[in-house]
């Protein structure tokens, strides 16, 4: 156990390094809040492909595929696959005509005021979502980790403060860093976990095929049964499951595109065609990485088994246990500070893409017109709003308690970012006659969709048996109204229609010049923001 | 922000009153022939890259969902229909991107051309 504390302190001691660095290389705007438009290519492939690779991802896909099999693995097909919507569609367009946040391309051909109020709400929103799923997750992990040392709310504590100085003290670049660290990192030791699964297997494909066609456990009803977990139907089964699968994959498609965390990063290099770069760059780490999903989580499943591994954790810590099965305990401390690394990395990207739209959307044109007051008022509200959103995902975890179901929390972020980002971003770039009213009841509709929907998803609404109390119980005691557990199916349709139908009723003339001007600058890069000195 | 020369870009992003506008050298671009041949090669392959692999894709949770035992055959030892299918999701996925990387340098050619001709910054 304490070689797991040391790691972290390890992990923590190169980040506060990277952060002191950067923090010299973080004055004024372009520097705090794109890090100076300068990372490369390659650097900023693998700080996207960092952003995504969440604990949900580490953790989480291994767990899925370790209890549900195959049903798991579908996960990650559309984890990466969802990068071509970011390299064909939203990238070099972002890249080009935009400043800092999504935003930006909104506002240039509507009214600024409204439109950038609305996405920054929603920014907010999938943001905060998201964050609170990661804090929970960290509290639990460290928890399970350093229980005798650290508890639940002191992990969550540490995670928030350590955030918030990343972002406060080295904006962008300490963040875009942390994040290379622990892509590098977290590569490494999956890298190292699948070939440890295959030496279980004496390299021999066949030898883990059949021990994954052949998987013993206990079911719910206690029983000892055999299952091919290459199967599917484990975890979607009829009626609505093969439904749920489809709504999952047009949330994953459409909503990757509309992260805010994600978007960001296209900021911080010098122009569309690195930004090109750097999705591919991505593409092939996401892609490795969620294809040696196979070997942790059906590694998981066959070595230490779903019997085991829910007697020690559960779910989530499939992929520690498995590298304490192959490799002993200092591996299982390596993993698990991995683990620990990924979600520190995430939620500083979270925040600061968070304080970016507050500062620079809500506060400088929103609030105050477009106009910055005096010099570094927008990075310093930003620094200031960091504090804010860390305490905000800091009270709301400790409310939420270790065993609050949080899952659903990001599949509520990628519903969001489809329903209500992804619409607007692609009528602003592509639609001609879209107007303010149009993105306004876009991002509204898409928002209060992709909310209302999981509230009465069986995520939220289910009737437990009495046995099951406190957290683990669902909000509302009932049968839930709307019967999937991904609402993009609906939801995504609802936020283009809310786009259109709120386009057509609108008298607002549309403005063709600035449709042109937007046109021409998102597809030449003519009058893109440069890279500036450091 | 230091940068000099964008007096035009800051006008753009600040402007409160989209709707008052000029015929300006925006419009005279948009309607340039380069910038059509652009838009058109863009067009060209972007739209059906796009248009296959969320086919590609979506057949994969449809086909899983709806035809789970044609799915579940073994086609190497106990390797199935349903696991080679999604592998190759990856490699599609792979092969547009990089596709798309070579289709861009027409894009970025045209692009470049077009950006020359109207001088740096939009002046």
């Known amino acids: 156990m304490n070689i797991s504390l040391v790691m972290f302190l390890v992990f923590i001691a190169i980040t506060l390094g990277i952060t002191y660095w950067a923090s010299r290389r973080s004055a004024g705007a372009s520097a705090y809040f794109a890090a100076s438009r300068q990372i490369k290519g390659w650097q900023n492939g693998i700080a996207v492909a960092g952003d995504y690779m969440s604990a949900a991802s580490f953790l989480g896909i291994a767990g899925i595929i370790a209890f549900q099999g195959y049903d798991g693995f579908l996960f990650s097909v559309g984890w990466l696959v969802a990068y071509l919507t970011v390299l064909l569609v939203i990238a070099e367009p972002l890249r080009n005509a935009g400043k800092y946040t999504m935003a930006d391309v909104l506002a240039y051909r509507l009214k600024p005021r409204p439109v950038r109020a609305m996405a920054s709400l929603s920014t907010l929103t999938v943001s905060t979502f998201y964050m609170i799923a990661q804090m929970v997750g960290a509290g639990a992990l460290v928890k399970l980790l350093l229980g005798s040392m650290v508890t639940y709310n002191q992990a969550v504590i540490a995670v928030g403060i350590l955030m918030i100085v990343y972002v406060v003290f080295g904006g962008m670049l300490a963040t875009t860093w942390v994040q290379i660290v622990k892509a590098v990192l977290l590569m490494a030791g999956t890298l190292l976990l699948s070939v440890l699964v295959m030496a279980h297997f004496h390299f021999s494909f066949g030898e883990f095929f059949n021990a994954i066609a052949n998987v013993t456990y206990h079911d719910a009803k206690g029983q000892s049964v055999v299952k091919d977990f290459l199967q599917p139907g484990l975890r979607y089964k009829p009626p609505y499951g093969p439904l749920d699968l489809i709504s999952l994959g047009l949330a994953l498609i459409f909503g990757t595109a509309g992260l805010p965390h994600i978007l960001v990063r296209f900021y911080t290099v010098p122009d569309a065609k690195t930004a090109r770069h750097s999705v591919v760059w991505a593409m092939v780490l996401i892609g490795s990485f969620y294809i040696m999903t196979t070997f942790l989580g059906f590694g998981a499943a066959t070595i230490v088994g779903p019997d085991f591994i829910k007697g020690h954790g559960g779910t989530n810590m499939s992929a520690p246990l498995l590298a304490q099965a192959l490799a002993g305990n200092i591996f299982f401390a390596f993993i698990s500070s991995i683990a620990f690394a990924t979600i520190l990395a995430v939620v500083a990207g979270l925040t600061i893409s968070a304080t970016t739209s507050f500062s620079h959307d809500f506060w400088t044109n929103v609030i105050h017109n477009g106009v910055e007051r005096k010099a570094g008022e927008e990075v310093l509200v930003a620094r200031i709003s960091a504090f804010g959103v860390g305490a905000v995902a800091i009270g709301i975890a400790i409310l939420l308690g270790p065993t609050a179901n949080v899952a659903f929390l990001v599949a509520l972020a990628?519903?969001?970012?489809?329903?209500?980002?992804?619409?607007?971003?692609?009528?602003?770039?592509?639609?001609?006659?879209?107007?303010?009213?149009?993105?306004?009841?876009?991002?509204?509709?898409?928002l209060l969709a992709s909310i209302g929907l999981i509230l009465v998803s069986p995520s939220l609404m289910a009737v437990d048996p009495p046995t099951v109390t406190g957290a683990a119980?669902?909000?509302?005691?009932?049968?839930?109204?709307?019967?999937?557990?991904?609402?993009?199916?609906?939801?995504?349709?609802?936020?283009?229609?809310?786009?259109?139908?709120?386009?057509?009723?609108?008298?607002?003339?549309?403005?063709?010049?600035?449709?042109?001007?937007?046109?021409?600058?998102?597809?030449?890069?003519?009058?893109?923001?440069?890279?500036?000195?450091? | 922000m230091g940068n000099t020369g964008r007096d035009l870009e800051v006008k753009a992003v600040q402007s409160q009153e989209p709707e008052q506008d000029t015929q300006s050298i925006w419009d005279r671009i948009a309607e340039s022939?380069?910038?059509?041949?652009?838009?058109?090669?863009?067009?060209?392959?972007?739209?059906?890259?796009?248009?296959?692999?969320?086919?590609?894709?979506?057949?994969?949770?449809?086909?899983?969902?709806?035809?789970?035992?044609?799915?579940?055959?073994?086609?190497?030892?106990?390797?199935?229909?349903?696991?080679?299918?999604?592998?190759?999701?990856?490699?599609?996925?792979?092969?547009?991107?990089?596709?798309?990387?070579?289709?861009?340098?027409?894009?970025?050619?045209?692009?470049?051309?077009?950006?020359?001709?109207?001088?740096?910054?939009?002046?």
């Open chain 2, 33 to 123: 022939q380069e910038f059509q041949d652009l838009m058109a090669t863009k067009k060209m392959f972007i739209v059906p890259a796009f248009v296959f692999f969320v086919l590609y894709y979506f057949a994969l949770p449809v086909l899983v969902g709806y035809a789970p035992h044609f799915m579940s055959t073994k086609v190497i030892g106990q390797v199935n229909l349903a696991y080679l299918f999604a592998l190759s999701q990856f490699f599609v996925a792979w092969l547009i991107a990089w596709l798309y990387v070579k289709a861009a340098s027409d894009f970025d050619r045209l692009s470049k051309d077009i950006i020359e001709k109207n001088g740096k910054g939009g002046k």
């Open chain 1, 473 to 534: 119980r669902h909000l509302i005691q009932a049968k839930a109204w709307f019967p999937l557990e991904n609402p993009g199916i609906l939801s995504i349709p609802l936020g283009f229609i809310g786009a259109f139908v709120g386009t057509m009723l609108s008298h607002e003339p549309t403005s063709q010049h600035k449709f042109n001007e937007l046109l021409v600058r998102s597809n030449t890069g003519l009058g893109a923001e440069k890279a500036g000195a450091h």
């Open chain 1, 414 to 446: 990628f519903a969001v970012a489809a329903s209500a980002n992804l619409p607007v971003i692609v009528c602003s770039i592509f639609w001609r006659r879209f107007n303010t009213a149009g993105a306004v009841t876009g991002l509204a509709v898409g």
